[in-house]
């Protein structure tokens, strides 16, 4: 089974539309968790990070946490072509910078402009 | 304040040789991780290192290696190079234990190539 599970999609959503991203993991101990943008041809970049369960907000982005059901997602609205991009999650199995991250395999948005 | 730091952006070998990578971290940093980046996969965790010593693996053979200077850059070793090497190679920085914010960010990456 795999640690860090993603729908590699293509998830296609119109300009203006709430992206839905999705993510679950299999340690019951993790207690770090990182929503990364990778463009094409690009390294990854940090967008959200979460820790608590609940919802947290940033901008255009919400992350959303629920560590009894192992899932955090990660909500983009008023989606625009700029945000198509592939969505890696990252768990770290610690509250620390010093512990790996386990990542999926991404999930790619396409924005229909 | 500049940002992660990797040279260089692009390298060709060819199998069998031996590759070296270089990471400066983030101003503030003194941890680094390595991870390879496969085409179309999540990045891998290959090592990480503060205080000048590895402490943690990930599932890599031992022709990966690496070290962490005393300004807290970082190399990565690569020997005997096999055609599935070829990745992206990305370090991460992250804050020194007891800091509240344990985030990773991410170099521009090296794009190894072998043939």
């Known amino acids: 089974q795999k640690e860090v599970e993603q729908n590699s999609g293509p998830l296609s959503v119109p300009e203006g539309a709430i992206a839905s991203l999705n993510c679950t993991y299999s340690d019951r101990g993790s207690q770090s968790f990182f929503w990364y943008r990778q463009y094409s041809g690009k390294s990854p970049e940090l967008i959200m990070f979460i820790y608590s369960n609940g919802d947290k907000e940033d901008g255009r982005f919400t992350a959303q946490l629920n560590k009894a059901s192992q899932y955090v997602s990660l909500l983009i609205r008023d989606s625009q072509p700029s945000d198509s991009a592939t969505y890696l999650c990252?768990?770290?199995?610690?509250?620390?910078?010093?512990?790996?991250?386990?990542f999926g395999s991404g999930t790619r948005l396409q924005v229909q402009p | 304040d500049a940002g992660v730091t990797q040279s260089p952006t692009h390298l060709i070998k060819t199998r069998g040789q031996q590759v070296t990578l270089r990471c400066s971290p983030k101003s503030g940093h003194d941890t680094v991780s390595w991870y390879q980046q496969a085409l179309g996969q999540g990045p891998q965790f290959i090592f990480q290192?503060?205080?000048?010593?590895?402490?943690q693996r990930g599932n890599f053979p031992d022709r990966f290696s690496g070290h962490q200077f005393p300004n807290y850059s970082s190399e990565l070793n690569v020997n005997a190079l096999l055609l599935g090497d070829s990745a992206l190679y990305l370090c991460a920085s992250s804050w020194p234990q007891g800091r509240p914010y344990n985030e990773q960010f991410f170099g521009p990456g090296t794009r190894l190539t072998v043939l």
């Open positions: 990252a768990v770290n199995m610690g509250d620390t910078g010093r512990r790996a991250l386990t």
């Open positions: 290192y503060y205080e000048e010593e590895e402490r």
